[in-house]
């Protein structure tokens, strides 16, 4: 299935007590990647005192105690390291129970780039760092723009299948991945009407014929021996992009390196285009 820790992302909905009008928090648990990439993307990388255990960029975070995840996060270490901000993912369990706890908790959850953009601003006010936020989510935009101008027009249009997962799940039109590919002028074969990380059958996709197909390497690894396959677009002409484990995290990640995450994708089909 999806890796949750990579999927979970960033949100608006804030559980204990409220952080508007007090000071900024100079001690912060961020228990997922998306969360930790975001405060260090706004020049806070400082004042965070742990991740949870998935955080991985930047590479500054790896010396930070880790406390965890989504389902086993470390409540008594947490409390005991006194911050005043943790930071969840929607699908964390740790939320009311530290709120019970008297700590300030918010938890977030980004599922297109308007929540994304809407968190970014919400985090930089709640870190007293509303300028760089701004500027932030306006680069960010930026370079998914430069990203569809590089993309050459012989690609513009195509059908795309991406995976970002073991057992075909794959990225809708709806979710923040889909949104990415639309803005690069792909078309996707999995429907916004089907959820936003639907598992699919290989006949499905078989069925769509995508002209092109992205995912991990670790589940795609058989994409030309499931059924229906070998006669794709995409697996007859080798148009295919298999990410490795940084390159899937870029992807699957909803936080601050989406625009990066767009160059990414535009290099693999330049690579292509150039065999």
């Not at 975070?61 to 005991?80: F, N, S, T, W, Y």
């Not at 680069?139 to 513009?156: G, Q, S, T, V």
Request: charged share 20%.
């Amino acid at each position: 299935m999806p890796p949750a820790w990579a999927l979970a992302g960033l949100a608006g909905c804030a559980l204990g007590p409220a952080l508007a009008g007090g000071p900024a928090p100079q001690r912060i648990v961020a228990l997922s990647p998306s969360l930790t990439e975001a405060v260090c993307a706004l020049g806070r990388c400082d004042r965070l005192v742990a991740t949870d255990r998935h955080s991985a960029w930047p590479a500054t975070v790896a010396a930070l105690p880790k406390v965890g995840g989504i389902a086993d996060a470390q409540i008594e270490r947490i409390v005991a390291m006194k911050p005043d901000l943790v930071l969840l993912g929607p699908r964390s369990r740790a939320g009311d129970r530290l709120a019970d706890l008297g700590v300030p908790v918010r938890s977030f959850d980004a599922r297109t780039h308007a929540d994304l953009r809407h968190t970014l601003l919400a985090l930089g006010d709640a870190l007293g760092e509303q300028a760089n936020a701004v500027q932030l989510v306006r680069r960010i935009d930026e370079r998914i723009a430069a990203a569809a101008r590089r993309l050459p027009a012989a690609w513009r249009g195509r059908t795309v299948y991406v995976e970002v997962g073991s057992g075909a799940y794959a990225a809708s039109e709806a979710s923040f991945i889909g949104e990415t590919l639309a803005r690069l002028g792909l078309v996707n074969i999995v429907g916004s009407g089907m959820g936003l990380f639907p598992k699919l059958n290989p006949e499905f996709v078989a069925r769509r014929a995508p002209e092109l197909i992205i995912g991990p390497r670790t589940s795609l690894g058989d994409y030309a021996r499931r059924p229906g396959w070998a006669t794709l677009p995409a697996v007859r002409r080798q148009q295919v992009c298999l990410l490795d484990n940084t390159q899937f995290d870029l992807l699957a990640i909803p936080g601050p390196r989406l625009g990066e995450a767009a160059d990414m994708l535009v290099d693999c089909l330049l690579a292509l285009q150039s065999r």
